[in-house]
């Protein structure tokens, strides 16, 4: 196996400036790092990623742990943050919280051993005391969809509030005087500003809040589907109702299709998120979309900054960006 002192002979360059091309150094010229790319490929010489680890001290990984694999959302979020870290050289390491603060901890501390060189986080809960643990020890952290208050991290997220507040507001503007809300935890910051926006958008149409058709049940599908069955067997429930993501969407459309055609024909939602296959979910008017590739790419430029501070420069970002509201025109079948 070549060594990197067998590619500075075949180069007849120096070690140091083989590794200084290896780390993309912008004082090597570019005749010199054609030469050295030449004896790398004639060599078949590989970085061995142990080695580098310890003669950089940084792995190149990125850990990311997000809440639920099987979100589409979170799923699309990853592939742009991933390509965007690759194309710097970094790797970035997936793993699932599992909706469960158990679950966020135990992944937080599986990728702080295998010694990443920072992480971008989907928190779950309240209290992010225990990624605070993690930036206290040297581990950059950048938060995305979610945050705390206290925490000093980077953060991107959307106006969630007001996402919320254009979907209700479409409805109402559509003739809906009762309109229901399906999902979310009201202790995670996303459904709990998406619920602002509902009330804020009910309160301004003088429409009364109806708490017995508000459910605040969870994130995943499942959950849809049981609240919206819930929802549909109480007597004179509202024709139109908002969920507080696309799973919760995804579930309560897959109830709403078993009812008979003439309770499907009065159903009407929206929902946020959005995604290519939104329009074959005929029972939703209207989808707030995400900007995911801007909020992923923007993750990782984060987390590149954060790793290429420079001492004193502890101020952290944080960024919100806005929703589009999107109608789905549906034909009839």
Do not use: W
């Amino acid at each position: 196996m070549a060594t990197i002192k067998d590619v500075a002979l075949d180069a007849g360059v120096s070690t140091a400036t083989v590794s200084r091309v290896l780390n993309k150094d912008y004082r090597v010229s570019d005749a010199m790092r054609r030469r050295v790319f030449s004896s790398i490929k004639k060599l078949d010489y590989r970085v061995h990623p142990v080695a580098q680890t310890l003669r950089l001290g940084r792995s190149r990984t990125i850990g990311v742990i997000i809440p639920d694999m099987s979100n589409f959302f979170f799923m699309n979020l990853f592939e742009y943050l991933e390509e965007t870290l690759r194309k710097s050289g970094y790797t970035a390491v997936l793993c699932s919280s599992r909706n469960s603060i158990e679950g966020e901890i135990e992944q937080l501390s599986y990728l702080v051993e295998k010694q990443v060189d920072a992480l971008v986080v989907v928190p779950i809960g309240t209290d992010g005391a225990h990624l605070s643990a993690v930036i206290e020890q040297g581990t950059p952290v950048v938060c995305v969809d979610r945050t705390f208050t206290d925490l000093p991290a980077d953060s991107v997220m959307v106006d969630n509030e007001e996402g919320g507040y254009k979907a209700v507001k479409a409805l109402i503007d559509d003739g809906y005087r009762r309109i229901g809300f399906v999902g979310g935890d009201l202790e995670q910051m996303t459904c709990y500003e998406r619920y602002l926006g509902y009330c804020r958008a009910l309160q301004e149409a003088n429409i009364p809040l109806e708490d017995e058709f508000v459910s605040f049940s969870g994130m995943a599908m499942h959950d849809g589907y049981y609240s919206m069955k819930e929802m549909l067997e109480k007597p004179n429930h509202p024709e139109a109702y908002f969920f507080v993501n696309l799973m919760i969407c995804l579930g309560a459309t897959q109830h709403i299709v078993e009812k008979p055609k003439e309770v499907q024909d009065r159903v009407v939602c929206a929902s946020f998120d959005d995604a290519f296959f939104s329009s074959l979910l005929h029972r939703c008017r209207y989808f707030v979309s995400q900007p995911v590739e801007e909020i992923g790419i923007l993750a990782a430029h984060l987390v590149l900054q954060r790793l290429n501070r420079k001492d004193g420069e502890e101020t952290t970002k944080t960024i919100r960006l806005n929703t589009e509201l999107i109608q789905i025109t549906h034909k009839e079948v």
